[in-house]
């Protein structure tokens, strides 16, 4: 987008608002994963959702400060800053997930495996948490396995 020559400046927008429009629809599905079926929690992520948007955008604003060093410096620096932190999501969904998953279904279907071991793990344990006298907490392979 930052560039001289109209075509890849038109490319570049083009490019940037069809990764926009996939990005959104990403969310929302995970937002109806993790909203598992209740209106009132899917209502609050998306709130959540639309905050944290909101302050992006604001923080954004700071971009106009560098506008005057460098035309094409606002560009470079969101383009940075949104591959750091899609560089982040996906490094906590492949650490969420771990390798036992590769990869082979669906979000959903991989959220709600998880699910199933936490609550199968939560049931093997006395309700208190206590097992002999000891309180006991799953270390993260027995959480998974």
């Excluded at 490019?15 to 909203?35: D, F, I, K, R, T």
């Amino acid at each position: 987008m930052a560039q001289n020559t109209f075509e890849v400046a038109v490319a570049g927008q083009v490019a940037m608002g069809s990764a926009y429009v996939l990005s959104v629809e990403l969310l929302s599905s995970m937002l109806l994963v993790y909203g598992r079926g209740q209106a009132a929690l899917y209502r609050s992520l998306l709130f959540k959702r639309e905050i944290c948007f909101n302050v992006g955008i604001a923080l954004a604003a700071v971009s106009v400060l560098v506008y005057d060093i460098d035309k094409t410096l606002p560009f470079y620096l969101g383009g940075a800053i949104a591959l750091s932190w899609a560089s982040l999501c996906l490094g906590f969904f492949c650490f969420r997930f771990g390798r036992e998953f590769a990869w082979s279904g669906t979000f959903a279907d991989t959220e709600s495996t998880l699910l199933e071991r936490h609550l199968a793990k939560a049931t093997s344990v006395p309700p208190s948490g206590i097992a002999d006298g000891k309180l006991t907490f799953l270390s993260r392979d027995e959480y998974r396995a």
